[in-house]
């Protein structure tokens, strides 16, 4: 995939890409803490999304609906999500 991640992941976490849209990538963050109520699987929260015929990132309103565009400087880690304050 013709991307680059944005931010390196937090210790215990890794990125992982996958496609979701003809054109958009799913960006998903992965906790490898062990939980008991998965019996110890990995789990996953969508971080983002990228648009790679505009190069652009979004946020996301859940993992299956894409949202705004956000500019990569104010994303965090751990999410795309943009605070409203």
Not at 20 to 47: E, K, P, T
Not at 54 to 68: C, D, E, F, I, L
């Amino acid at each position: 995939m013709e991307f680059q991640y944005p931010h390196q992941p937090p210790e215990g976490y890794t990125y992982e890409a996958t496609p979701f849209q003809r054109n958009v990538i799913a960006i998903w963050i992965r906790n490898h803490r062990w939980f008991s109520y998965n019996s110890g699987g990995a789990v996953r929260s969508i971080w983002g999304f990228y648009n790679t015929k505009t190069k652009q990132y979004h946020a996301p309103v859940n993992s299956r609906t894409v949202g705004n565009v956000v500019d990569v400087n104010d994303t965090t880690p751990y999410s795309a999500m943009q605070i409203n304050v």
